[in-house]
Protein backbone atom coordinates (compact mmCIF):
# COMPACT_ATOMS: atom_id res chain seq x y z
CA UNK A 1 0.00 0.00 0.00
CA UNK A 2 1.12 3.66 -0.06
CA UNK A 3 2.96 4.98 2.46
CA UNK A 4 2.34 8.48 4.56
CA UNK A 5 5.42 8.88 6.89
CA UNK A 6 4.75 11.26 9.61
CA UNK A 7 8.01 13.43 11.47
CA UNK A 8 8.58 13.90 14.44
CA UNK A 9 6.72 10.74 15.66
CA UNK A 10 6.70 12.88 19.55
CA UNK A 11 7.87 16.19 20.45
CA UNK A 12 7.85 17.60 23.62
CA UNK A 13 7.76 21.86 24.11
CA UNK A 14 7.95 24.80 26.18
CA UNK A 15 4.56 26.12 26.38
CA UNK A 16 4.62 29.51 24.15
CA UNK A 17 6.85 28.14 21.08
CA UNK A 18 5.76 26.67 18.24
CA UNK A 19 6.26 23.27 16.74
CA UNK A 20 5.96 22.23 13.21
CA UNK A 21 4.93 18.86 12.20
CA UNK A 22 5.09 17.38 8.49
CA UNK A 23 3.04 15.06 6.74
CA UNK A 24 4.95 13.44 3.64
CA UNK A 25 3.60 10.97 0.68
CA UNK A 26 6.09 8.62 -0.13
CA UNK A 27 5.56 7.05 -2.72
CA UNK A 28 1.98 8.86 -4.08
CA UNK A 29 1.34 12.53 -4.87
CA UNK A 30 -1.29 14.12 -3.14
CA UNK A 31 -3.03 17.28 -3.51
CA UNK A 32 -5.26 16.51 -0.45
CA UNK A 33 -3.68 15.44 3.01
CA UNK A 34 -6.39 15.27 5.81
CA UNK A 35 -5.17 16.16 9.61
CA UNK A 36 -6.86 15.07 12.68
CA UNK A 37 -6.33 15.46 16.49
CA UNK A 38 -6.77 12.32 18.73
CA UNK A 39 -7.46 12.77 22.66
CA UNK A 40 -6.92 9.63 24.95
CA UNK A 41 -9.12 7.09 23.73
CA UNK A 42 -10.94 8.76 21.66
CA UNK A 43 -11.97 9.00 18.26
CA UNK A 44 -10.12 10.93 15.65
CA UNK A 45 -11.02 14.62 15.11
CA UNK A 46 -10.72 16.19 11.83
CA UNK A 47 -9.07 19.27 11.91
CA UNK A 48 -8.48 20.87 8.42
CA UNK A 49 -8.01 19.79 5.02
CA UNK A 50 -4.77 20.71 3.39
CA UNK A 51 -4.91 21.60 -0.39
CA UNK A 52 -1.62 21.69 -2.32
CA UNK A 53 -1.39 25.32 -3.65
CA UNK A 54 -4.32 26.82 -2.29
CA UNK A 55 -5.66 27.56 1.42
CA UNK A 56 -6.67 24.77 4.22
CA UNK A 57 -10.28 24.35 5.09
CA UNK A 58 -10.87 24.52 8.20
CA UNK A 59 -13.60 22.36 10.80
CA UNK A 60 -15.71 24.60 12.75
CA UNK A 61 -14.00 25.38 16.12
CA UNK A 62 -10.61 25.06 15.18
CA UNK A 63 -8.29 28.08 15.00
CA UNK A 64 -6.78 28.58 11.70
CA UNK A 65 -4.53 31.00 13.29
CA UNK A 66 -2.86 28.78 16.11
CA UNK A 67 -3.13 25.92 13.90
CA UNK A 68 -1.15 26.40 10.84
CA UNK A 69 -1.51 24.04 7.72
CA UNK A 70 0.82 24.79 4.25
CA UNK A 71 0.65 22.19 1.03
CA UNK A 72 3.63 23.30 -0.37
CA UNK A 73 4.42 20.56 -2.63
CA UNK A 74 2.28 17.16 -3.98
CA UNK A 75 4.23 15.00 -1.21
CA UNK A 76 4.11 17.79 1.88
CA UNK A 77 1.83 19.09 3.96
CA UNK A 78 2.92 20.43 7.36
CA UNK A 79 1.26 21.47 10.47
CA UNK A 80 2.49 24.17 12.97
CA UNK A 81 0.77 24.66 16.59
CA UNK A 82 1.96 28.55 17.11
CA UNK A 83 2.26 29.38 20.80
CA UNK A 84 1.44 26.24 22.39
CA UNK A 85 -0.18 25.76 25.60
CA UNK A 86 -0.70 22.30 27.77
CA UNK A 87 -4.47 22.04 26.04
CA UNK A 88 -2.84 21.56 22.44
CA UNK A 89 -0.81 18.40 24.03
CA UNK A 90 -2.63 15.37 21.82
CA UNK A 91 -1.79 12.77 19.11
CA UNK A 92 -1.88 14.47 15.74
CA UNK A 93 -2.16 11.99 12.75
CA UNK A 94 -1.85 12.73 9.05
CA UNK A 95 -3.80 11.25 5.90
CA UNK A 96 -3.98 11.73 2.28
CA UNK A 97 -6.23 9.28 0.08
CA UNK A 98 -3.74 8.44 -3.45
CA UNK A 99 -6.57 6.86 -4.79
CA UNK A 100 -10.53 7.28 -4.96
CA UNK A 101 -10.75 4.85 -2.09
CA UNK A 102 -8.89 4.04 0.88
CA UNK A 103 -6.92 6.57 3.52
CA UNK A 104 -3.47 5.68 4.26
CA UNK A 105 -2.50 7.45 7.75
CA UNK A 106 1.07 8.78 9.20
CA UNK A 107 2.33 7.04 11.96
CA UNK A 108 1.33 10.28 14.40
CA UNK A 109 2.68 12.67 16.33
CA UNK A 110 2.65 12.95 20.15
CA UNK A 111 2.57 16.63 20.83
CA UNK A 112 3.33 17.38 24.92
CA UNK A 113 3.49 20.93 26.04
CA UNK A 114 4.85 22.34 28.85
CA UNK B 1 -24.46 14.17 5.98
CA UNK B 2 -22.51 10.81 6.55
CA UNK B 3 -21.99 9.30 10.72
CA UNK B 4 -20.91 5.86 11.78
CA UNK B 5 -21.88 4.76 15.20
CA UNK B 6 -19.86 1.68 16.50
CA UNK B 7 -21.60 -0.02 19.58
CA UNK B 8 -20.02 -0.79 22.81
CA UNK B 9 -16.57 1.23 23.47
CA UNK B 10 -15.06 -2.09 24.90
CA UNK B 11 -15.20 -5.45 24.34
CA UNK B 12 -13.55 -8.37 25.79
CA UNK B 13 -13.01 -11.71 24.51
CA UNK B 14 -11.38 -14.80 25.72
CA UNK B 15 -8.23 -15.96 23.49
CA UNK B 16 -9.85 -18.04 20.61
CA UNK B 17 -13.30 -17.06 20.72
CA UNK B 18 -15.58 -15.26 18.01
CA UNK B 19 -14.65 -11.34 17.95
CA UNK B 20 -17.72 -9.34 16.53
CA UNK B 21 -17.35 -5.10 16.62
CA UNK B 22 -20.61 -3.48 15.48
CA UNK B 23 -20.63 -0.58 13.17
CA UNK B 24 -23.70 1.28 12.19
CA UNK B 25 -23.77 3.87 9.47
CA UNK B 26 -25.79 6.43 8.04
CA UNK B 27 -25.33 8.23 4.68
CA UNK B 28 -28.04 9.65 2.33
CA UNK B 29 -25.60 7.96 -1.00
CA UNK B 30 -23.70 4.98 -1.03
CA UNK B 31 -20.95 4.83 1.06
CA UNK B 32 -17.17 3.65 1.20
CA UNK B 33 -16.57 1.89 4.27
CA UNK B 34 -13.51 1.25 6.50
CA UNK B 35 -11.98 -0.18 9.41
CA UNK B 36 -9.32 0.77 10.84
CA UNK B 37 -6.99 -0.91 13.87
CA UNK B 38 -4.81 1.23 15.73
CA UNK B 39 -2.65 0.09 18.19
CA UNK B 40 -0.94 2.59 21.24
CA UNK B 41 0.50 5.67 20.03
CA UNK B 42 0.72 4.87 15.86
CA UNK B 43 -1.21 5.66 13.62
CA UNK B 44 -3.96 4.14 11.56
CA UNK B 45 -3.71 0.97 9.72
CA UNK B 46 -6.58 -0.61 6.97
CA UNK B 47 -8.37 -3.93 7.54
CA UNK B 48 -10.57 -3.81 5.33
CA UNK B 49 -12.51 -1.71 3.21
CA UNK B 50 -16.13 -2.24 1.27
CA UNK B 51 -16.42 -0.19 -2.44
CA UNK B 52 -19.60 -1.39 -3.80
CA UNK B 53 -18.37 -4.48 -5.08
CA UNK B 54 -18.58 -7.43 -2.78
CA UNK B 55 -20.70 -6.98 0.04
CA UNK B 56 -18.38 -9.60 2.19
CA UNK B 57 -15.06 -8.15 2.65
CA UNK B 58 -12.23 -10.12 3.77
CA UNK B 59 -8.98 -7.61 5.07
CA UNK B 60 -6.06 -8.38 6.69
CA UNK B 61 -5.22 -10.98 10.06
CA UNK B 62 -8.33 -12.97 9.02
CA UNK B 63 -10.90 -10.42 9.56
CA UNK B 64 -13.80 -10.06 7.64
CA UNK B 65 -16.79 -7.77 7.49
CA UNK B 66 -20.53 -7.62 5.71
CA UNK B 67 -21.87 -4.84 4.16
CA UNK B 68 -25.87 -4.74 4.88
CA UNK B 69 -27.62 -2.28 3.11
CA UNK B 70 -31.04 -3.23 4.75
CA UNK B 71 -29.83 -3.10 8.43
CA UNK B 72 -27.12 -0.05 7.53
CA UNK B 73 -24.32 -2.23 9.23
CA UNK B 74 -21.00 -3.09 8.62
CA UNK B 75 -19.96 -5.20 11.69
CA UNK B 76 -16.59 -6.26 11.60
CA UNK B 77 -15.93 -10.29 12.59
CA UNK B 78 -12.80 -12.62 13.17
CA UNK B 79 -13.57 -16.46 13.80
CA UNK B 80 -10.83 -16.44 16.51
CA UNK B 81 -9.27 -14.26 18.32
CA UNK B 82 -5.36 -13.83 18.94
CA UNK B 83 -3.63 -12.00 21.76
CA UNK B 84 -2.15 -9.74 19.26
CA UNK B 85 -5.61 -8.59 18.12
CA UNK B 86 -6.15 -6.70 21.28
CA UNK B 87 -6.12 -2.55 20.25
CA UNK B 88 -8.47 0.22 19.22
CA UNK B 89 -10.65 -0.18 15.93
CA UNK B 90 -12.40 2.25 13.88
CA UNK B 91 -15.08 2.00 11.83
CA UNK B 92 -15.49 4.71 9.03
CA UNK B 93 -17.20 6.18 5.91
CA UNK B 94 -16.61 8.33 3.37
CA UNK B 95 -19.01 8.75 0.21
CA UNK B 96 -16.70 10.13 -2.65
CA UNK B 97 -13.21 10.17 -3.88
CA UNK B 98 -11.15 12.82 -2.11
CA UNK B 99 -14.03 13.48 0.68
CA UNK B 100 -13.19 13.09 4.29
CA UNK B 101 -13.64 10.44 6.45
CA UNK B 102 -16.49 10.49 9.37
CA UNK B 103 -15.10 8.06 11.86
CA UNK B 104 -16.97 6.40 14.53
CA UNK B 105 -16.00 6.58 18.05
CA UNK B 106 -14.06 3.44 18.18
CA UNK B 107 -13.79 0.26 19.89
CA UNK B 108 -11.34 -1.31 22.18
CA UNK B 109 -10.86 -4.89 22.08
CA UNK B 110 -8.80 -6.94 25.41
CA UNK B 111 -7.77 -10.07 24.57
CA UNK B 112 -8.17 -12.10 27.54
CA UNK B 113 -5.93 -15.35 27.63
Known amino acids: GAVVSQHPSWVICKSGTSVKIECRSLDFQATTMFWYRQFPKQSLMLMATSNEGSKATYEQGVEKDKFLINHASLTLSTLTVTSAHPEDSSFYIC??????????FGQGTRLTVV | AQSVTQLGSHVSVSEGALVLLRCNYSSSVPPYLFWYVQYPNQGLQLLLKYTSAATLVKGINGFEAEFKKSETSFHLTKPSAHMSDAAEYFC???????????FGTGTSLTVIP
Open chain 2, 92 to 102: AVSVAPGNQFY
Open chain 1, 95 to 104: SARPRDTEAF
